[in-house]
């Protein structure tokens, strides 16, 4: 599948603003299951900074924009031809080793439900893939989709208790219960292209990755009850959230901060 | 009764390195000896150099207290630690190199995976970056104790940003004006070559992109930190400026210093603040200590950060007791200096012999640092075991214990006149183009009869630490 991306991210300030300084991880992952045609990423009036690949083979790259700073905008473009490797992110190059995903974030630190989620998901499992997709499904039973009722700074453990969410909590709370019982866990940003079955979830994506031995990561996105196929790209990861983050920015001054994403995928017909 | 080595005397005879000192402590009257003591306390409030050491925490204000009597090595004496002091040095900067690489101590199955990578320490955020020369951390501080003529151990290692280095200095410099004839009579090595050499470890580590004389920086968290007068100390000696976060900033892949004539781009920051406040972005995000982007500035090679971020992984409790093992698997050597045995509560059979013991081990948290949350147990009164007991039982993996050492005795100034105290030493090891040591250290005693706790909140003192030339 080829796909086209067009993501626009503005930060509109109602007063002007010190210097913006932002670090952006918004480029394909390179692996078996896409590879990136064309990519271009450009900050509105900014300076490109250093730019280098990450332990995790993410892309990083640094910019900032000097003082007054009304607006920011990120803006997107690009074409990816995918593939379906069931989830499995093969032929991904990176260096840090898995246990160091099985540190806990305030996001997604475990609690006893958390706990208990992992363990009876887990039970009778016949291996460590079974585990994963056990725990997978777990937690999309656990938690229904339903927009606005978290918001960025919600945990696993408060949306758990919830039961409702998006898929930024689907994942969190996976990342957890997989945590709970030993097995490295991982937050991942991207998009997805939401087919005709008129799916309601946004083309900006999230879900998770659990480390699987003698396999490796795979992807798994409970919010859409499946492991990532062609309609998904990956760009980065981290340990919640906010470090997997595309966009993580820091504008000095006290203005207040009105956001706006607009992120249109399509599929290039051949 | 334990014996303790005393670095003066045996028996009664005065051992050679510090015959040049008996004369000296002998003819001294009390009188000038007040004097001199006031005189020294006057000298260290006028150039302010009142922080405590570590950041142990307590009354910046406080003077920590000196005491005049010299503590002494001979050459031979102190080239041997010198040589195991590099060798640790280099062992620690090649683990780090390695588990922020392919970490093939943990494949080699010499130091368990789950120690390293979910050591709170261990900053995935520069895993794969190999900074210049492959050094992480450029300054490393070793704690050292005394058992016997012959006998040294490792008590920590301080990969990160060890302090008290200006005491050093200062020790010296103050001990100079009150009794230069001694240095007259007593040929010292010296020890203010250390700023110098400092400036030399931090320019060689320069990044590749800069291609003229490196620009160094310290990094303070600012005034109000208790050991702000050693970076300003340390700035001022080697010449370079001292800043805060905030007059740093980040444009086109490099680091900038707002000065009166314009930004000038920053290629070495020595910095004083801690991993999870050098940058927002990549660290905790309400620190205002930092510089938001420098990790991205970093990584892609615009500016050198030293020590590394993640230095810290390496001078860990639970890690030290692997130092040895490091030695050898990286450098292919023996360890010449030894580690302290150290039991892991987190081991079950460990645990149960701690348990068992505890009236004679000294036991410590993992993380903790200063000589807080420690027992002592030969000095602990029944309460005070049973306590730190429930404490260890409720949660095992953050304690280790070790023997309680028989830490040697210097002379020392005292109410009364001069009696032996337990000191230990920490030596400060720089790791740039070449290993250097400067030859001397901070040495801290402990001022209460009997006490073994150095530290300056518990009733430490600090001495100026002599290498004898040949």
């Given at each position: 599948m080829?796909?086209?991306?067009?993501?626009v991210?503005?930060?509109?300030?109602?007063?002007?603003?010190?210097?913006?300084?932002?670090?952006?991880?918004?480029?394909?992952?390179?692996?078996?299951?896409?590879?990136?045609?064309?990519?271009?990423?450009?900050?509105?009036?900014?300076?490109?900074?250093?730019?280098?690949?990450?332990?995790?083979?993410?892309?990083?790259?640094?910019?900032?924009?000097?003082?007054?700073?009304?607006?920011?905008?990120?803006?997107?473009?690009?074409?990816?031809?995918?593939?379906?490797?069931?989830?499995?992110?093969?032929?991904?190059?990176?260096?840090?080793?898995?246990?160091?995903?099985?540190?806990?974030?305030?996001?997604?630190?475990?609690?006893?439900?958390?706990?208990?989620?992992?363990?009876s998901?887990?039970?009778?499992?016949?291996?460590?893939?079974?585990?994963?997709?056990?725990?997978?499904?777990?937690?999309?039973?656990?938690?229904?989709?339903?927009?606005?009722?978290?918001h960025?700074?919600?945990?696993?453990?408060?949306?758990?208790?919830?039961?409702?969410?998006?898929?930024?909590?689907?994942?969190?709370?996976?990342?957890?219960?997989?945590?709970?019982?030993?097995?490295?866990?991982?937050?991942?940003?991207?998009?997805?292209?939401?087919?005709?079955?008129?799916?309601?979830?946004e083309?900006?994506?999230?879900?998770?990755e659990?480390?699987?031995?003698?396999?490796?990561?795979?992807?798994?996105?409970?919010?859409?009850?499946?492991?990532?196929?062609?309609?998904?790209?990956?760009?980065?990861?981290?340990?919640?959230?906010r470090?997997?983050?595309?966009?993580?920015?820091?504008?000095?001054?006290?203005?207040?901060?009105?956001?706006?994403?607009?992120?249109?995928?399509?599929?290039?017909?051949? | 009764?334990?014996?303790?080595?005393?670095?003066?005397?045996?028996?009664?005879?005065?051992?050679?390195?510090?015959?040049?000192?008996?004369?000296?402590?002998?003819?001294?009257?009390?009188?000038?000896?007040?004097?001199?003591?006031?005189?020294?306390?006057a000298?260290?409030?006028?150039?302010?150099i009142?922080f405590?050491?570590?950041?142990?925490?307590?009354?910046?204000?406080?003077?920590?207290?000196?005491?005049?009597?010299?503590r002494?090595?001979?050459?031979?004496?102190?080239?041997?630690?010198?040589?195991?002091?590099?060798?640790?040095?280099?062992?620690?900067?090649?683990?780090?190199?390695?588990?922020?690489?392919r970490?093939?101590?943990?494949?080699?199955?010499?130091?368990?995976?789950?120690?390293?990578?979910?050591?709170?320490?261990?900053?995935?955020?520069?895993s794969?970056?190999?900074?210049?020369?492959?050094?992480?951390?450029h300054?490393?501080?070793?704690?050292?104790?005394?058992?016997?003529?012959?006998?040294?151990?490792?008590?920590?290692?301080?990969?990160?940003?060890?302090?008290?280095?200006?005491?050093?200095?200062?020790?010296?410099?103050?001990?100079?004006?009150?009794?230069?004839?001694?240095?007259?009579?007593?040929?010292?090595?010296?020890?203010?070559?250390?700023?110098?050499?400092?400036?030399?470890?931090?320019?060689?580590?320069?990044?590749?992109?800069?291609?003229?004389?490196?620009?160094?920086?310290?990094?303070?968290?600012?005034?109000?930190?208790?050991?702000?007068?050693?970076?300003?100390?340390?700035?001022?000696?080697?010449?370079?400026?001292?800043?805060?976060?905030?007059?740093?900033?980040?444009?086109?892949?490099?680091?900038?210093?707002?000065?009166?004539?314009?930004?000038?781009?920053?290629?070495?920051i020595?910095?004083?603040?801690?991993?999870?406040?050098i940058?927002?972005?990549?660290?905790?995000?309400d620190?205002?200590?930092?510089?938001?982007?420098?990790?991205?500035?970093?990584?892609?090679?615009?500016?050198?950060?030293?020590?590394?971020?993640?230095?810290?992984?390496?001078?860990?409790?639970?890690?030290?007791?692997?130092?040895?093992?490091?030695?050898r698997?990286?450098?292919?050597?023996?360890?010449?200096?030894?580690?302290?045995?150290?039991?892991?509560?987190?081991?079950?059979?460990?645990?149960?012999?701690?348990?068992?013991?505890?009236?004679?081990?000294?036991?410590?948290?993992?993380?903790?640092?200063?000589?807080?949350?420690?027992l002592?147990?030969p000095?602990?009164?029944?309460?005070?075991?049973?306590?730190?007991?429930?404490?260890?039982?409720?949660n095992?993996?953050?304690?280790?214990?070790?023997?309680?050492?028989?830490?040697?005795?210097?002379?020392?100034?005292?109410?009364e006149?001069?009696?032996?105290?337990?000191?230990?030493?920490?030596?400060?090891?720089?790791?740039?183009?070449?290993?250097?040591?400067?030859?001397?250290?901070?040495?801290?005693?402990?001022?209460?009869e009997?006490?073994?706790?150095?530290?300056s909140?518990?009733?430490?003192?600090?001495?100026?630490?002599w290498?004898?030339a040949?």
């Amino acid at each position: 599948m080829i796909l086209t991306v067009n993501h626009v991210t503005t930060y509109d300030y109602d007063a002007p603003m010190g210097a913006a300084v932002q670090s952006l991880r918004l480029f394909p992952s390179r692996f078996d299951g896409q590879r990136t045609i064309d990519w271009s990423v450009s900050v509105e009036g900014g300076v490109k900074g250093g730019a280098f690949r990450d332990g995790a083979g993410d892309r990083v790259e640094g910019w900032s924009i000097r003082p007054p700073v009304e607006a920011v905008t990120v803006t997107v473009t690009g074409q990816v031809e995918t593939f379906d490797t069931s989830g499995v992110l093969r032929g991904h190059r990176e260096l840090v080793h898995p246990m160091a995903y099985l540190r806990e974030t305030v996001a997604t630190w475990i609690d006893d439900a958390l706990q208990e989620l992992g363990e009876s998901a887990v039970e009778g499992a016949s291996d460590m893939l079974d585990r994963a997709h056990r725990l997978s499904s777990a937690v999309a039973e656990a938690i229904a989709y339903k927009p606005g009722v978290t918001h960025t700074h919600t945990t696993a453990a408060e949306a758990l208790t919830q039961g409702e969410g998006v898929c930024q909590d689907h994942a969190h709370a996976l990342i957890a219960a997989a945590r709970a019982v030993d097995m490295p866990a991982r937050y991942v940003s991207g998009y997805l292209f939401a087919t005709e079955d008129g799916a309601p979830h946004e083309a900006a994506h999230a879900w998770a990755e659990i480390w699987v031995e003698g396999i490796g990561w795979i992807g798994f996105d409970p919010a859409n009850a499946c492991c990532p196929d062609e309609r998904y790209i990956r760009l980065g990861s981290g340990l919640d959230a906010r470090e997997a983050a595309p966009i993580r920015g820091i504008t000095q001054g006290a203005g207040e901060e009105r956001l706006d994403v607009t992120v249109a995928l399509e599929q290039l017909q051949q | 009764m334990t014996e303790y080595f005393n670095e003066m005397f045996d028996g009664g005879r005065v051992r050679q390195p510090y015959s040049g000192l008996d004369g000296w402590m002998r003819e001294m009257p009390a009188e000038l000896r007040a004097m001199k003591q006031a005189e020294a306390e006057a000298l260290f409030r006028r150039i302010g150099i009142t922080f405590a050491v570590y950041g142990e925490g307590g009354d910046p204000d406080r003077l920590i207290p000196f005491d005049m009597f010299p503590r002494v090595f001979t050459q031979s004496e102190w080239r041997k630690l010198e040589r195991g002091i590099k060798q640790r040095a280099r062992a620690l900067n090649a683990f780090l190199l390695d588990v922020y690489g392919r970490g093939e101590i943990v494949r080699a199955g010499r130091i368990p995976a789950r120690l390293v990578y979910q050591n709170e320490a261990y900053e995935r955020a520069v895993s794969g970056f190999i900074p210049p020369r492959g050094i992480y951390s450029h300054i490393v501080g070793i704690d050292l104790v005394r058992t016997g003529p012959d006998e040294f151990y490792v008590l920590e290692d301080n990969c990160r940003t060890p302090s008290g280095v200006s005491y050093m200095l200062e020790n010296r410099e103050i001990m100079m004006r009150m009794f230069p004839q001694l240095f007259r009579e007593n040929r010292i090595e010296p020890v203010d070559g250390y700023p110098d050499a400092l400036r030399r470890t931090l320019a060689s580590v320069a990044p590749a992109k800069c291609d003229r004389e490196p620009t160094i920086a310290i990094l303070t968290p600012g005034h109000f930190n208790s050991a702000y007068y050693e970076h300003s100390f340390l700035a001022d000696l080697m010449g370079v400026e001292l800043v805060e976060g905030a007059d740093l900033f980040v444009e086109g892949g490099f680091c900038w210093m707002r000065t009166t004539e314009g930004p000038k781009k920053v290629d070495v920051i020595y910095r004083r603040i801690d991993d999870a406040f050098i940058d927002p972005l990549c660290f905790r995000p309400d620190s205002m200590l930092g510089v938001p982007g420098l990790m991205d500035v970093y990584r892609s090679g615009g500016v050198t950060i030293c020590s590394a971020p993640g230095a810290g992984v390496a001078d860990d409790k639970a890690i030290y007791t692997f130092v040895p093992e490091m030695v050898r698997f990286y450098l292919g050597e023996e360890p010449l200096l030894e580690n302290v045995p150290t039991w892991q509560c987190a081991k079950p059979d460990d645990l149960k012999y701690v348990l068992d013991h505890l009236p004679e081990l000294v036991v410590k948290e993992v993380h903790g640092s200063g000589g807080y949350g420690m027992l002592v147990g030969p000095k602990a009164t029944k309460e005070q075991i049973e306590t730190f007991r429930i404490k260890i039982q409720d949660n095992p993996v953050n304690y280790i214990a070790q023997p309680t050492l028989a830490l040697s005795t210097t002379p020392t100034f005292v109410e009364e006149g001069v009696a032996p105290r337990h000191v230990d030493l920490r030596p400060y090891c720089l790791v740039g183009e070449k290993v250097e040591l400067v030859p001397g250290g901070l040495t801290r005693v402990a001022l209460t009869e009997g006490s073994l706790v150095v530290n300056s909140s518990q009733g430490g003192g600090v001495k100026d630490t002599w290498v004898l030339a040949e």
